[in-house]
């Protein structure tokens, strides 16, 4: 019963180092989440896919990209990493489009990424 | 833009007594609300889920309610306890299934 798996658990970049954030979830939902979570400012939520083979913008999706690469996984993307994205990274995932509204979300451990 | 605010930011309450936790909405089309828990330095664990045609969820000593309307949402905590200390947040999930997060509120509970 793994759940919600994210690797690394954590990283320390330098400015203009580039990485990818790994998300892979095991319970067969349709829908997940990229969140960063930062001191005194809740989850904002990054980028999301609503079913495999679809992603769209969170909040806050500049300087990211991302991939569903199938159902179980989705991976996030720094392509150019920035002190401003220094920051404790949450994937989620659950069950949406057609498997009802009442799936609660499922949270990874997170990955502390510091960039310097 | 949806927007979730959760008040108050911090709460001190001491053990035994029963609290309320609010959490508030600008977009009253939601499919659902959620509440979550999360210990320092961990994940998130969900607590109790409402759906938009729901009022109420009760988890053992935890009760959520819903007013869809008033786009309002409570966390009620009975007979509280130490091992309740923790940061409580609320999520409402959107039509377009995106997913918001209040900043939430930390709770500490005196002995």
């Known amino acids: 019963n793994a759940g919600v798996t994210q690797t690394p658990k954590f990283q320390v970049l330098k400015t203009g180092q580039s990485m990818t954030l790994q998300c892979a979830q095991d319970m067969n939902h349709n829908s997940m989440y990229w969140y960063r979570q930062d001191p005194g400012m809740g989850l904002r939520l990054i980028y999301y896919s609503a079913s495999e083979g679809t992603t769209d913008k969170g909040e806050v999706p500049n300087g990211y990209n991302v991939s569903r690469l199938n159902k179980r996984e989705f991976s996030l993307r720094l392509e150019s990493a920035a002190p401003s994205q220094t920051s404790v990274y949450f994937c989620?995932?659950?069950?949406?489009?057609?498997?009802?509204?009442?799936?609660?979300?499922?949270f990874g451990n997170g990955t502390r990424l510091t960039v310097t | 833009k949806q927007e979730v605010t959760q008040i108050p930011a911090a709460l001190s309450v001491p053990e035994g007594e029963n609290l309320v936790l609010n959490c508030s909405f600008t977009?009253?089309?939601?499919?659902?609300l959620q509440w979550f828990r999360q210990d320092p330095g961990k994940g998130l664990t969900s607590l109790l889920l409402i759906q938009s045609s729901q009022r109420e969820q009760t988890s053992g000593r935890l009760n959520a309610s819903l007013d869809k309307s008033s786009g309002r949402s409570t966390l009620y905590i009975a007979a509280s306890q130490p091992g309740d200390s923790a940061t409580y947040l609320c999520a409402v999930m959107n039509r377009d299934d995106k997913i918001i997060f209040g900043k939430g509120t930390r709770l500490h509970i005196l002995p």
């Open positions: 977009d009253s089309a939601i499919y659902n």
């Open positions: 989620a995932s659950s069950e949406p489009k057609g498997g009802g509204y009442n799936s609660p979300l499922h």
